[in-house]
T-cell receptor
Framework: DTGVSQDPRHKITKRGQNVTFRCDPI?????LYWYRQTLGQGPEFLTY????????KSRLLSDRFSAERPKGSFSTLEIQRTEQGDSAMYLC?????????????FGQGTRLTVV | RKEVEQDPGPFNVPEGATVAFNCTYS??????FFWYRQDCRKEPKLLMS???SGNEDGRFTAQLNRASQYISLLIRDSKLSDSATYLC????????????FGQGTTLQVKP
């Protein structure tokens, strides 16, 4: 399967614990996006990378959230000291965008439940 | 005001009906526009890109009105399998812009 891959698919954690999600984009896609989605809402932008550079981070993202894409390939999203409000689907997407914006392809997401 | 706004619906239509969804965006410098489809508990998937001249793909037609900052999606001859949430997506102001999603419009096609 050469699509966007996310791991794990599901994560249940206790409040206060740290969690880390991984995203493997489509090969040679230079852009990688992280979104969060809750029931009845559209995907909410968290951050995105062009190669290894993190170009933008949402103001909604607290200091508990951090993302990396160290070699411009896979990316990780870490949430520290999880709260119940962090429960959501975390979606990763990638695109090949040498100029302008092309469509982004999504992974199946990581569903986080904080209990 | 949200950057991308859609009527959440739901739109309940019979099979064979024609249905139209609208979307407005706030950033006049936006350059790229898309419609995505999302099935229940699945990831969003690209339905079609939206071009200035408008574009059609089978039963689906997308239109862009830059002056009014308005995007539309028309679905003709609705099928049961069209039942899903349709997401309007707009990029930021430049080539490095993020992709911004609307809330989504839910369509239910009834037999």
């Amino acid at each position: 399967d050469t699509g966007v891959s996310q791991d794990p698919r599901h994560k249940i954690t206790k409040r206060g614990q740290n969690v880390t999600f991984r995203c493997d984009p489509i090969s040679e896609h230079n852009r990688l996006y992280w979104y969060r989605q809750t029931l009845g809402q559209g995907p909410e932008f968290l951050t995105y990378f062009q190669n290894e550079a993190q170009l933008e981070k949402s103001r909604l993202l607290s200091d508990r959230f951090s993302a990396e894409r160290p070699k411009g390939s896979f990316s990780t999203l870490e949430i520290q000291r999880t709260e119940q409000g962090d429960s959501a689907m975390y979606l990763c997407a990638s695109s090949h965008s040498p100029e302008g914006n092309t469509e982004a392809f999504f992974g199946q997401g990581t569903r986080l439940t904080v209990v | 005001r949200k950057e991308v706004e859609q009527d959440p619906g739901p739109f309940n239509v019979p099979e064979g009906a024609t249905v139209a969804f609208n979307c407005t965006y706030s950033n006049s410098a936006s350059q790229s526009f898309f419609w995505y489809r999302q099935d229940c508990r699945k990831e969003p998937k690209l339905l079609m890109s939206v071009y200035s001249s408008g574009n059609e793909d089978g039963r689906f037609t997308a239109q862009l009105n830059r002056a009014s900052q308005y995007i539309s999606l028309l679905i003709r001859d609705s099928k049961l399998s069209d039942s899903a949430t349709y997401l309007c997506v707009v990029n930021g102001r430049s080539n490095t812009g993020k992709l911004i999603f609307g809330q989504g419009t839910t369509l239910q096609v009834k037999p």
